[in-house]
């Protein structure tokens, strides 16, 4: 893995879209059970088989069947014959001046999305993808200004996961236990956040199945309480969410009045304010506990008033929640700026003195565009023209 600056000669090395073998990333314990079956085990001996292998998979990272080696020869290579081990392809990895890592990451068709893993010093995040490109439009987002391709399945999200243990070196050698590792306390990755490209739930089955491999005691091993699911408001399966997945919970919120968040987030002519936060208040194990994270992002002059802050404080009142303040992140032709600091803070007070935590969310990775709202894979679509994303939303310049 190179420390490569994205340019035209990284991003266009050969690609090889010629269809593979099955990947066995990705697939569930019972379709596990099956693929041993088919690569000659018999019923009995199947379900043990996939058990052996999701840990080496999952628990240990290694993608060589060889190095399996309490599975006989025979059946490796039986193994080895039908199916493969695959990770999304990085093709580069850049290090911002603050150790926010951003991988561009290709995936099958020679598509390409984007993960940020950030360390901070009591837990290392991961922000990875679910869709390529998205189509949601909101015109403060670089990736909303990037046509949505296709959802990525639930073996590229989960890789996305792996790809970032392989960088950080974080699976167990072979002389520890992976229970040893898993210790939180120890984990470089130690969150996921699903607030990369696309909008989550556009792709539930994908990133259900996904979060489900994550969270499994016998391979990654990340508590749910450890995964963040941020959806722009796709109501009707909000609910299902919390129910299928069991995450917590992020509403991409910025703004507390219908009109401007039409505008700002273009799904709310769908689903409006009234139908997002009583879905909310429904969402299961709701508690001060495992309180909601409404994120907001500061926007000079348009949503960043004092009469903004009390309009929040009044929609969410009676909600376990926390507001995570964003200062605007900056991209090639944006439509907006970044609120004043001193406005920011402001807005932060009056929050805070209604009784919900309101954390200034530090830009990291801003200097590689890895900070939020700028991924974008540069490769898909040409930039629009900061004309061309007001009118799509029906903004005003």
């Known amino acids: 893995m190179t420390n490569a600056a994205i340019t035209p000669e990284v991003l266009h090395v050969p690609r090889n879209d010629a269809p593979g073998r099955p990947n066995l990333v990705g697939m569930s314990r019972e379709r596990l059970t099956e693929a041993m079956i088919e690569a000659g085990a018999t019923e009995k001996q199947a379900k043990m088989r996939a058990a052996q292998l999701w840990q080496w998979i999952y628990a240990r990272g290694i993608s060589d069947f060889d190095e399996m080696t309490n599975l006989g020869k025979p059946f490796r290579a039986a193994l080895r014959e039908r199916f493969e081990i695959r990770r999304p392809e990085v093709v580069t990895r850049q290090v911002s001046a603050d150790g926010t890592r951003k991988y561009l990451l290709r995936i099958s ?61 974080e699976w167990p050698k072979p002389s520890e236990r992976p229970q040893d590792v898993h210790e939180h306390g120890k984990r470089l990755l130690s969150n996921v956040v699903l607030m990369g490209m696309g909008e989550p739930l556009y792709n539930f089955d994908g990133v259900r199945d996904a979060m489900r491999i994550v969270m499994d005691g016998d391979g990654i091993s990340l508590s749910r309480r450890r995964i963040t699911l941020s959806t722009s408001g796709v109501v009707p399966s909000i609910a ?158």
């Open 109 to 169: 068709g020679g598509h390409e999305v984007e993960a940020v893993y950030i360390p901070e010093e009591d837990r290392g995040t991961l922000c990875i993808s679910s869709q390529v490109g998205c189509t949601l439009t909101c015109p403060f987002c670089h990736t909303g200004t990037q046509k949505l391709v296709r959802n990525l399945t639930a073996a590229e999200i989960v890789g996305q996961v792996m790809v970032a243990r392989d960088d950080l070196g």
């Open 240 to 397: 299902k969410a919390g129910e299928e997945i069991g995450c917590l919970l992020a509403i991409s919120l910025h703004a507390c009045t219908d009109e401007l968040r039409d505008v700002l987030v273009p799904i709310n002519r769908k689903w409006n304010l009234a139908a997002l936060i009583q879905a909310c208040r429904d969402y299961p194990r709701l508690s001060n506990a495992e309180r909601i994270t409404f994120e907001y992002v500061m926007l000079k002059d348009v949503n960043d008033s004092d009469e903004d802050a009390r309009r929040l404080v009044q929609l969410i009142r009676g909600i376990p929640a926390k507001i995570n303040l964003i200062p605007f992140n900056p991209w090639p032709g944006a439509p907006y700026e970044c609120s004043d600091w001193d406005r920011i803070e402001a807005f932060a007070e009056i929050v805070n003195r209604a009784g919900y935590a309101s954390p200034v969310r530090t830009p990291r990775g801003r200097d590689i565009l890895a900070a939020c709202g700028q991924l974008k894979s540069a490769t898909e679509r040409a930039r629009k023209t900061k004309a061309e994303i007001m009118a799509e939303t029906g903004a005003s310049l």
